[in-house]
């Protein structure tokens, strides 16, 4: 008669892993503060010709996962510096590709963890939660600046939120933010005072 496995474990030394990579982007974060500013990111981005687009992509998916740069100033610089459409097109493209990226993070990562942490069960009723129609609370974070709309896509890959619910929260918050932040920062619309704040 076969013995059952024992249920799989995440294991301590990867708990330990995790956060002292955590710990030393937080640090790396706080030591980049005041280095990254709209003028330094400006002034390279420009010198850096043809590379600009891609470089300003980059960080646009950097900021998203590590970097401690405010996401509203990436896409405002975007729009200042290639327009509305090619600006608007790297906003939106560097949001999905570094929201993407932090979800399967929080999925990869998060879940044994989390499960670790607070056991199964919990975790389970919190998928549940983000599983029916609570999930269309994400779309207003995702859709106004200064909320932790980056931490959300990792706690949705955490508690195993389904990957259409969240792809389609992003299309209907962070895409529609992105592109008007761009667009501001082209000059076509006007956000307040926001564009002058993020100089």
Do not use: N
Request: some cysteine; charged content about 15%.
């Amino acid at each position: 008669m076969a013995r059952s496995r024992p249920a799989s474990r995440f294991p301590w030394k990867h708990a330990i892993i995790i956060a002292a990579i955590v710990a030393a982007l937080v640090g790396l974060c706080i030591a980049m503060a005041p280095i990254v500013t709209r003028p330094r990111m400006e002034a390279l981005v420009r010198g850096a010709g043809l590379w600009g687009p891609l470089i300003l992509l980059g960080v646009q998916i950097a900021q998203i996962l590590i970097a401690p740069i405010p996401g509203v100033f990436m896409s405002i610089l975007a729009g200042v510096l290639y327009g509305p459409l090619v600006g608007s097109l790297i906003a939106v493209v560097g949001t999905l590709i570094g929201s993407a990226a932090a979800y399967a993070i929080g999925r990869k990562a998060g879940v044994p963890l989390l499960k670790r942490w607070i056991g199964a069960e919990k975790v389970a009723r919190a998928g549940a939660i983000v599983g029916g129609r609570r999930w269309l609370a994400l779309v207003p974070i995702f859709l106004f600046p200064f909320t932790p709309a980056d931490a959300i896509c990792f706690v949705a890959g955490m508690v195993g939120m389904k990957p259409g619910r969240f792809f389609l929260a992003i299309l209907l918050g962070r895409v529609p933010k992105e592109c008007a932040l761009a667009l501001a920062g082209a000059g076509l619309i006007r956000l307040g005072g926001l564009v002058a704040r993020s100089g």
